[in-house]
């Protein structure tokens, strides 16, 4: 009779424990595919992504292993890391709007969380932001007012402002579903807008050649090719003397003038919640994708002076960072 109840008790246990302490008994952990644009540029959010998990009872080489793959601006690349993390039968893929297209394409039954996209309803990454349903759920970063508060700050600081260039990456609609959208906001604010798109690094240099003397600032629309190729940009956008507005502060530290954009660090411990949840047995159509709640707005001071900018004390005073 003890014995009996013994075993009972501690099979209602085991059946007690997450799936998190489940794994670490048996031996097995979960596996996690994390496929990120550019290493150096997502070295802090992948950090925040496992410090998340580790808080929710993950501990990376026990309970879960975790594999980084990194795009680094090209499509056939994340094809590659697609067909890769099926082989290795992953348990939840780990990544950016601009890849989930390829991603869903590749499989319908590995769920797959991004952690940053600009509209994943009209991208077609979800069914919608409450009911995402299929096997891809995320951290959006739609925001009716983000493009429309970043072209304020760029009129703010240079008053004179006519004539927008906007570059994106046309081989993925969530970039040019941004780029489209400024296009139309500064269009309803007065300015000419020329939208210039790339698909590939050798497109960057004549870009710039096109833009010298045609436009009074940039908008650069963040995906995984600008990612990769920012330091190139910066430096062609500073010596055409273009300003530059940005989605990160990375951007900025590296010479761009100014960024407006989401807490990268916040939105990828928000999808290191959702990876635990599906780890833990929830479907990812059923988790409604989230959105930003706290932003970030950089200057660089030395990007400034050397435009010949006069940045308003307005401006300076607002600003969450400035890099001297």
């Keep these: 009779m003890e014995r009996r109840h013994f075993i009972r008790g501690l099979c209602s246990g085991v059946a007690a424990w997450p799936l998190g302490a489940y794994a670490q008994q048996i031996g097995k952990p979960r596996r996690i595919g994390v496929l990120g644009a ?158 210039l798109g790339i698909s590939r690094p050798q497109d960057i240099a004549p870009v710039f050649e096109v833009l010298r003397n045609k436009a009074d600032a940039l908008y650069v629309v963040s995906d995984g090719l600008i990612a990769a190729n920012r330091m190139q940009i910066v430096k062609l956008a500073l010596g055409a003397r273009l300003p530059t507005i940005l989605s990160y502060g990375d951007y900025v530290e590296a010479g761009g003038l100014m960024s407006y954009g989401p807490d990268f660090t916040d939105l990828f411990r928000r999808a290191a919640d959702m990876v635990d949840k599906i780890l833990n047995g929830t479907k990812p159509g059923d988790i409604p994708v989230e959105q930003p709640t706290k932003f970030d707005f950089v200057i660089n001071i030395k990007t400034a002076t050397t435009l010949g900018l006069a940045i308003p004390p307005t401006l300076l005073s607002i600003a969450d960072e400035v890099v001297k």
């Design 38 to 195: 550019d290493a150096t540029v997502w070295r802090p959010w992948i950090a925040a992504f496992a410090t998340r998990l580790r808080e929710l009872g993950w501990i990376e080489g026990e309970t879960v292993a975790i594999q980084y793959r990194w795009a680094q601006g090209s499509s056939e690349r994340v094809s590659e890391v697609a067909a890769e993390f099926l082989r290795q039968d992953v348990d939840v893929i780990g990544t950016y709007g601009s890849a989930v297209t390829t991603l869903k394409q590749a499989t319908t039954t590995i769920p797959i969380v991004f952690a940053v996209a600009f509209d994943p309803v009209r991208g077609g990454l979800v069914q919608s932001l409450t009911k995402p349903g299929g096997n891809v759920t995320g951290v959006s970063i739609q925001q009716p007012d983000l493009v429309a508060k970043r072209l304020e700050l760029l009129r703010e600081a240079i008053p004179h402002l006519r004539r927008l260039a906007v570059l994106a990456n046309a081989g993925y609609a969530e970039p040019m579903l941004e780029a489209e959208r400024v296009k139309s906001t500064a269009q309803g604010l007065g300015l000419e807008a020329a939208l």
